[in-house]
């Protein structure tokens, strides 16, 4: 089959790669349909994370199922599916939760170098019961595909941060997990959600949705429009040093700091003595996906929560280097890319 793979920083290629095999009776392979590249695909392709081997790119995909295992009980080969993200194993008191994080023996990630990746032809995934859910009704393939992890990160981004009805809420980061999180504190009863992006055009598609766009650092404007006291909730869809620094100034006292930014390997200067003069309470969160598919597609389905106009590229699998690329350049233009096989 082809994938998209990368052994070095800077590029990727498309390129054969072995065909998946099925990873036992609880699992399946889905030919993928449609996939989409993640600001955190880019942590291989800017050296963030090391590389061994070649890895297989991708973590959010849907597709066909063509191949299931003899005891997958809830999809069948034909079925149109959804794929997490996060992958646990289906089995365990953690995974009965819904929330792969929980694991007992450990959750992964498409597309990291131990499951196969999701920007592919095909790809194995196992404990197909748990991973896959067949494809709502009335659910588009653009919402689909945020639903394997962007809008499930936002919209645990919001839940997680502690939104007061009629609080006060800045989202640092205005990729697609920013926007979704934007679109999520506003639902969750957030007044006022200031938007922090240094790329204007990015700030003007929140500005769309209702929020007060600002540039960054945050602090001062916010600090200034709450007349000293700072923000109830800061969402740090980022999550580098500089928005984490910046998160941690402009939330008020007693506030909340939403983490679902993914940090490179080195280790942060937390400011433990800010944070606990402060009251603050400070989250990390890994979208528990499963979890949010019963909340999430009923209001997708009914129209009550909007995630158009978070896709701006559509791109063939084949020009997946014209993709990563675009994305690495965190334009206003180019803020999510679906690959299609
Ligand atoms: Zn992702
Ligand atoms: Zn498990």
């Known amino acids: 089959m082809r994938a998209v793979l990368i052994d070095t920083p800077g590029s990727v290629r498309v390129d054969s790669w072995p065909d998946p095999v099925l990873p036992g009776p609880t699992g399946a392979i889905v030919a993928v349909t449609a996939a989409a590249i993640c600001g955190s695909d880019l942590h291989f392709y800017e050296g963030d994370y090391p590389l061994f081997q070649p890895v297989s790119l991708g973590h959010e995909a849907v597709g066909n199922v063509v191949e299931v295992g003899s005891e997958v009980r809830s999809v069948k080969v034909g079925d149109h599916v959804i794929v997490s993200s996060v992958a646990g194993c289906g089995a365990c008191a953690g995974c009965a939760t819904k929330d792969p994080i929980q694991c007992a023996s450990g959750a992964q990630v498409f597309g990291s170098g131990v499951l196969g990746g999701a920007q592919a032809e095909l790809m194995a995934v196992p404990a197909a019961d748990f991973q896959l859910l067949k ?44 926007l979704c999180a934007v679109r999520a504190a506003l639902f969750l009863g957030a007044a006022r959600v200031f938007a922090v992006d240094p790329v204007a055009q990015r700030r003007e598609r929140a500005t769309k949705l209702g929020a007060t766009a600002i540039a960054p650092a945050a602090a001062q404007a916010v600090l200034a429009a709450t007349g000293g006291i700072g923000a109830d909730s800061v969402i740090d869809a980022v999550g ?42 400070f989250r990390m969160t890994t979208a528990p996906v499963q979890q949010t598919w019963p909340e999430l597609i009923p209001l997708l389905q009914h129209g009550r929560l909007n995630v158009d106009d978070i896709f701006t590229t559509n791109l063939s699998l084949d020009q997946a280097a014209e993709g990563y690329a675009a994305v690495a350049a965190r334009s206003g233009a180019h803020v999510k890319v679906i690959l299609t096989p």
């Open 135 to 178: 494809m709502p009704e009335n659910i588009s393939t653009e919402q689909a595909l945020l639903l394997t992890d962007n809008l499930a990160t936002g919209w645990s981004a919001a839940q997680r941060a502690d939104i007061p009805l009629g609080g006060t809420v800045v989202v640092i980061g205005l990729g697609a997990v920013g």
């Open 240 to 281: 580098n040093d500089t928005t984490l620094d910046d998160a941690l100034a402009t939330v008020r006292a007693r506030g909340t700091v939403s983490v679902v930014g993914v940090h490179n390997l080195n280790p942060y200067p937390f400011p433990a003595l800010t944070g606990l003069l402060k009251s603050l309470t």
